[in-house]
């Protein structure tokens, strides 16, 4: 009876509340973990950078495997969840949780195979990902520490978005930004006092990764959530699995796409040596940082968004998307700016190469212009996700992740002599290309959508 009441008191809130404070209120706790998130990938670049040039360029090459497990995660975990705020939307909270253990189960064996090849294959893969000669040894050994810790990765991806999904942002972040605060503590703790140089570094984030792991699965197994995670509710029935996967599937194009990404920009960077790719990588992490403020808002309308799509609040859903478009465009706009001014200083602060200092402060400076194209394409692939229209969130995820900048990023360092110039363009140009090809597309569903109560 008491989970009944908490099940209706939590439909009320999802189809009640002001659509614009709902949003924020969701969306507020995902951006703050994702900030956390994002800082301490800076610390881990920051303190890594403090070994050696090289070292410092070894955290961009393992970004790269960070992306492939967060792109096997988020193919299931919002695959998972965006299901999960529909069921809930129409009420059927038993089949949310067949949904939820089955997404829990499949990305945690996603990441276990990971684990296992990554560790066979590591010298490859390193080189694959962009590694050069002398980066090659920090990589090594900072990427076996991450690949250790690969299910906990991939499965906590799984957690956090079902408790997104269901309304209970709140909960996500007290478990991701213990991870993050703590990986922040240990890294100086391992690096330099007990002198465990990047393995150190490595060693913090798994340790860090396994706790945050551990927190939001205890939020599920006190009882906490509307999903219940059960071995005997993991589904053998493939509609199940495929349901999952059809609707994750633009989140991982979209992270496979973002590591891919990494690879391209770390060869085309290579040629103008280690400071080039130690100098955009930097650029990456404080242009994601920006990013995760739009992002946050954005995941805070994901549940608004499919649950209101479910219980048939069709007029929520229209006024969730405007809102979350320019509340976004808001806020990042006002982090670019100050970004924007201080990019010298921000790049300073991982090394001071006259050569890191150029390239990164050119290229923060042009990301923080056009990033503010960046939320047109990320509200829209939200939308299409979290109502299960799967094949535009699947196209438009990976002009937004990459289908558009891997191209520019192989063919402008080469065009009128730009070199390294076009490398720092490359992402920019993205930005504005994935913009103008999802407004109309946003526009048209959006002006399809009947009135409250009618059928889709």
């Known amino acids: 009876?008491?989970?009944?009441?908490?099940?209706?008191?939590?439909?009320?809130?999802?189809?009640?509340?002001?659509?614009?404070?709902?949003?924020?209120?969701?969306?507020?706790?995902?951006?703050?973990?994702?900030?956390?998130?994002?800082?301490?990938?800076?610390?881990?670049?920051?303190?890594?950078?403090?070994?050696?040039?090289?070292?410092?360029?070894?955290?961009?090459?393992?970004?790269?495997?960070?992306?492939i497990l967060q792109a096997f995660g988020f193919m299931f975990g919002h695959g998972a969840g965006s299901n999960i705020s529909r069921m809930l939307g129409s009420r059927q909270v038993e089949k949310a949780g067949r949904y939820g253990s089955t997404g829990f189960a499949w990305a945690f064996l996603s990441g276990t195979v990971i684990l296992a090849g990554g560790l066979c294959f590591i010298n490859p893969l390193m080189r694959l990902l962009g590694s050069t000669d002398t980066i090659l040894p920090y990589a090594q050994e900072y990427g076996t520490f991450i690949l250790l810790a690969a299910p906990f990765m991939t499965s906590s991806c799984v957690l956090n978005n079902i408790l997104r999904y269901e309304g209970k942002a709140a909960l996500a972040m007290i478990g991701l930004t213990s991870g993050g605060i703590l990986n922040i503590l240990l890294d100086p703790l391992f690096i330099f006092g007990l002198k465990l140089g990047i393995r150190g570094a490595g060693l913090a984030t798994a340790l860090s990764q396994t706790i945050s792991f551990c927190i939001l699965l205890f939020m599920f197994l006190s009882g906490r959530t509307q999903t219940r995670l059960a071995p005997k509710l993991v589904s053998r029935d493939w509609s199940v699995v495929r349901d999952i996967v059809l609707t994750g599937l633009p989140s991982l194009a979209r992270q496979g796409l973002n590591s891919v990404s990494t690879m391209v920009l770390n060869s085309c960077a290579k040629p103008f040596g280690d400071a080039a790719i130690a100098a955009m990588g930097y650029v990456g992490r404080t242009s994601s940082m920006v990013f995760s403020v739009g992002l946050g808002v954005g995941q805070g309308f994901q549940p608004v968004s499919g649950f209101n799509y479910g219980a048939k609040k069709f007029s929520r859903v229209k006024r969730g998307t405007w809102f979350t478009l320019f509340f976004g465009i808001a806020l990042m706009g006002t982090l670019a700016a100050v970004c924007f001014s201080l990019a010298p200083e921000i790049i300073g602060l991982f090394r001071r190469e006259e050569a890191v200092l150029r390239i990164g402060g050119e290229a923060l400076r042009i990301h923080c212009v056009f990033i503010l194209f960046l939320p047109v394409s990320v509200v829209a692939t939200m939308l299409f996700q979290s109502t299960g229209q799967n094949v535009p969130a699947l196209v438009l995820s990976c002009l937004q992740s990459g289908a558009a900048f891997i191209p520019l990023c192989l063919i402008l360092p080469?065009?009128?002599?730009?070199?390294?110039?076009?490398?720092?363009?490359?992402?920019?140009?993205?930005?504005?290309?994935?913009?103008?090809?999802?407004?109309?597309?946003?526009?048209?569903?959006?002006?399809?959508?009947?009135?409250?109560?009618?059928?889709?």
């Open 414 to 456: 080469n065009i009128a002599g730009l070199g390294v110039r076009g490398i720092e363009i490359a992402q920019p140009a993205a930005y504005v290309i994935a913009a103008i090809a999802s407004l109309p597309v946003m526009l048209k569903f959006l002006n399809r959508l009947p009135e409250d109560g009618g059928n889709q």
């Open 1 to 67: 009876m008491n989970r009944d009441r908490t099940n209706d008191a939590q439909y009320r809130k999802m189809t009640e509340t002001p659509v614009g404070r709902l949003i924020v209120t969701l969306g507020l706790p995902t951006t703050v973990s994702m900030l956390i998130t994002n800082i301490y990938n800076m610390a881990d670049s920051y303190f890594v950078s403090r070994i050696s040039l090289s070292a410092g360029g070894a955290t961009s090459i393992v970004f790269g495997i960070m992306a």
